[in-house]
C-alpha cells in the first residue's frame, strides 16, 4: 500500500533580507493511512514549518510532498491545523511578554 503522506527531502530556507534561516534539510518520512503520528522536539527545530508545508500553506525550497498520490502545491482542502497560541489573539503585558488572550 503506498503511503497516505510522503515527504521526500524536503528543505526550506527562510529568507528575510540578509539572514537566511535553513529550517529544514532534506526531511523524508511517510505516514500511513489510519495512522497516528506525532512530531516532536525543540522549540525551532521546524515542527511547524514542516506542518505548514504539508498542508500547502507553506511553498517548500526543494523536495517533494504527496498527499493520497498528489502533489501539493497549494492549501489542502481536507487538512486541519491548530495553532497553540493564536498570534492574533496575544496581548502584550507590561513587561513585553506575549500571553494569549482570554
Ligand atoms: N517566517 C519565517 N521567517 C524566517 N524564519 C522563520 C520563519 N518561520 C520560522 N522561522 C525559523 O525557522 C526555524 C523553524 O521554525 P518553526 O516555527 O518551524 O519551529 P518549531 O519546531 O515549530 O518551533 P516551536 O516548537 O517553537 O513552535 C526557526 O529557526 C525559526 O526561527
Ligand atoms: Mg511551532
Redesign the pocket.
Known amino acids: 500500500m503506498s503511503p497516505r503522506i510522503s515527504i521526500r527531502e524536503v528543505s526550506k530556507v ?1 529568507k ?1 533580507g540578509d ?1 537566511t ?1 535553513h ?1 529544514l534539510e532534506r526531511v523524508s518520512f511517510d505516514v500511513d493511512e489510519g495512522s497516528f503520528v506525532s512530531i516532536v ?10 506542518l505548514k508545508i504539508t498542508s500547502g500553506l507553506l511553498p517548500f525550497t526543494s523536495g517533494a510532498v504527496t498527499i493520497g498520490g498528489q502533489p501539493v502545491s497549494g492549501p489542502v482542502e481536507n487538512v486541519g491545523m491548530v495553532f ?1 497560541v493564536p498570534r492574533a489573539a496575544q496581548v502584550e503585558d507590561r513587561y513585553g511578554q506575549h500571553h494569549a488572550a482570554r
Open positions: 527562510y528575510s539572514k534561516v529550517a522536539g525543540p522549540s525551532g527545530c521546524g515542527k511547524s514549518t514542516l497553540p
